[in-house]
């Protein structure tokens, strides 16, 4: 299996503009997370799926932050309008059926918007 | 809030010796607890998982212990190697009906050789 598969590795764009960030899980899993990684505050949860469903999205800051999951195999989230504070790595993680235990980590988008 | 704290300094350590990293929380009573290993430029990886009904858990030179009365869990490595320099980061189950994991901030490890 390839692991899981984050689009773009990097993205840089300006104030106001819309960002897609787009994650490919691990074929089977049927958990899917979306974190956020800063210095200041590390790994923060923005939302999870399971089943394809959104179970959590306490996590996202903002009604700037959307996320889908259409199918199994394919989820977004998208920033609009973006702003400089969300300059970040994005990372996507899935999980095996039935449990949130052991998340497989993709490489991660760095987003760095001016 | 609950929150999670581990060693905020980085920590440098002398090939073959054994690294010791702290992972402390509060104001939670996590059913599992997880140590990640995350290398520059690239997603945490998963190393072990250690239940709250058990003390200790090893995994060829990794050993996890889990003090629930402390509310601690510390990472060892043995035999330390330069490959094992990169950030471990601690993960804790938050139970309830929606659990979610909520991480530490990492701390660096380097191994000189």
């Known amino acids: 299996d390839a692991g899981v598969i984050q689009s773009p590795r990097h993205e840089v764009t300006e104030m106001g503009q819309e960002v897609t960030l787009r994650c490919k899980p691990i074929s089977g899993h049927d958990y899917l997370f979306w974190y956020r990684q800063t210095m200041m505050r590390g790994l923060e949860l923005l939302i999870y799926f399971n089943n394809n469903v959104p179970i959590d999205d306490s996590g996202m800051p903002e009604d700037r932050f959307s996320a889908k999951m259409p199918n199994a195999s394919f989820s977004t989230l998208k920033i609009q309008p973006s702003e400089p504070r969300d300059s970040a790595v994005y990372f996507c993680a899935s999980s095996q059926p039935g449990t949130q235990e052991t998340q497989y980590f993709g490489p991660g988008t760095r987003l760095l918007v001016l | 809030s609950q929150k999670i704290e581990q060693n905020s300094e980085a920590l440098n350590i002398q090939e073959g010796k054994t690294a010791t990293l702290t992972c402390n929380y509060t104001n939670y009573s996590p059913a599992y607890l997880q140590w990640y290993r995350q290398d520059p430029g690239r997603g945490p990886v998963f190393l072990l998982l250690?239940?709250?009904n058990e003390k200790e858990k090893r995994k060829e030179r990794l050993k996890v212990t889990f003090d629930t009365t402390l509310k601690q869990s510390l990472f060892h490595i043995t035999a330390s190697q330069p490959a094992d320099s990169a950030t471990y980061l601690c993960?804790?189950?938050?139970?309830?009906?929606?659990?979610?994991?909520?991480w530490g901030l990492g701390t660096s490890l380097a191994v000189n050789p």
């Open positions: 250690i239940r709250e």
């Open positions: 993960a804790l189950d938050t139970g309830g009906n929606n659990r979610k994991l909520i």
